[in-house]
C-alpha cells in the first residue's frame, strides 16, 4: 500500500507563492508518473499538472508560466511550486501516482487558499 502525504498549502495573498510537496511512500517512486490536481469549492478535482518518470512535464493553460511540477527521485517526492498565485487557484490540491494497472494513489490532500 502506497501512501502520498502533501504539504504546503496555506493561506497566501494574491501574488504570492507556494511550494507543495508530496511524499511517497514504496521503493519505485522513480518509475511512476506523478501528478497533481485541485478541487476548488462546489467544483469537480481538475488536473493541475503532471511529470513522468523521465521528467517531462505538462499543465494545464491557466497556471502555465505560473506553476512549475518537479520530482526528487531521491527522496520520493513531487513539488508544485506556485508563483503569482490568483483567488481562483484556491483549492485543495492532490498527489496522484499514476499506476499502469489503472489502481491509482491519492493523498488526502493540502489546502491553499489565496486571498487579500
Known amino acids: 500500500q502506497v501512501q502520498l502525504v502533501e504539504s504546503g498549502g496555506g493561506l497566501v495573498q494574491p501574488g504570492g507563492s507556494l511550494r507543495l510537496s508530496c511524499v511517497a511512500s514504496?521503493?519505485?517512486?522513480?518509475?511512476?508518473?506523478m501528478g497533481w490536481y485541485r478541487q476548488a469549492p462546489g467544483k469537480q478535482r481538475e488536473l493541475v499538472a503532471v511529470?513522468?518518470?523521465?521528467?517531462?512535464?505538462t499543465a494545464i493553460d491557466s497556471v502555465k508560466g505560473r506553476f512549475n511540477i518537479s520530482r526528487d527521485n531521491a527522496k520520493n517526492t513531487v513539488y508544485l511550486q506556485m508563483n503569482n498565485l490568483k483567488p481562483e487557484d484556491t483549492a485543495v490540491y492532490y498527489c496522484?501516482?499514476?499506476?499502469?494497472?489503472?489502481?491509482?494513489?491519492w493523498g488526502k490532500g493540502t489546502l491553499v487558499t489565496v486571498s487579500s
Open positions: 514504496g521503493s519505485l517512486f522513480r518509475i511512476y508518473t
Open positions: 511529470i513522468t518518470s523521465g521528467g517531462t512535464t
Open positions: 496522484k501516482q499514476y499506476r499502469l494497472n489503472g489502481m491509482d494513489y
